[in-house]
Nanobody, 115 residues
Framework: QVQLVESGGGSVETGGSLKLSCVAS????????IGWYRQAAGKQREVVAA??????NYGDSVKGRVTLSRDTAKNILYLQMNSLKPEDTAVYYC??????????WGQGIQVTVSS
């Protein structure tokens, strides 16, 4: 099993920045893909950024404003978010997929961007 714990959320003003962290533990060597998703109130969950192997994909709504990085030695996934907008307000989730096809989610962390 894999455990994911997010941190770094909070409230910022429009144009501000936040850096989210996701610490993975457990069977981390089985992870084949890992990324960040978000869900705004009343909307479906959507991908923010995810990495699988050497390929990183970004959601269209955040391209150019966010950067995904990872510290593989510490099993930490980072999401640097810049030029934040009110529409970025959501609960952000870290998610991982293992080589057995099992999906894991963190508890989620709130990001609020005020206008």
């Amino acid at each position: 099993q894999v455990q994911l714990v997010e941190s770094g959320g909070g409230s910022v003003e429009t144009g501000g920045s936040l850096k989210l962290s996701c610490v993975a533990s457990g069977d981390t060597d089985t992870i084949t893909a890992i990324g960040w998703y978000r869900q705004a109130a009343g909307k479906q969950r959507e991908v923010v950024a995810a990495i699988s192997g050497r390929i990183t994909n970004y959601g269209d709504s955040v391209k150019g404003r966010v950067t995904l990085s990872r510290d593989t030695a510490k099993n930490i996934l980072y999401l640097q978010m810049n030029s934040l907008k009110p529409e970025d307000t959501a609960v952000y989730y870290c998610s991982a997929l293992t080589n057995a096809g099992e999906g894991y989610w963190g508890q989620g962390i709130q990001v609020t961007v005020s206008s």
